[in-house]
């Protein structure tokens, strides 16, 4: 379920290239749950996330806080 138009706030600005991130995403049944998603727009409160990939990804607006950065790790040894 994405956020209203009027929740989101602007202006909406473009995530170039898109970040990668975890988001707390809450389905149609009412399910909350946490997805790798790309933020690929941002408002100064909502970020629309796109998860899944080719005909089945999904893309939302949700809060801000709802948000985090992924980070990946390497190691060299």
């Known amino acids: 379920m994405s ?3 009027d929740a989101r706030g602007g202006p909406v600005g473009d995530v170039v290239p ?3 991130v975890h988001a707390w995403i809450r389905t149609y ?3 909350d ?3 790798e998603a790309k ?5 100064g409160d909502a970020v629309l996330v796109e ?14 806080a709802a948000v985090k950065h992924r980070v ?3 190691t060299s040894l």
């Open 33 to 35: 749950r946490r997805v």
């Open 3 to 5: 956020l209203p138009a």
């Open 29 to 31: 049944r009412g399910v």
């Open 39 to 43: 933020a690929i727009a941002v408002t």
């Open 51 to 64: 998860w899944g990939s080719g005909q089945a990804a999904t893309a939302a607006w949700v809060w801000l």
């Open 18 to 20: 898109p970040a990668p």
């Open 72 to 74: 990946v790790i390497t």
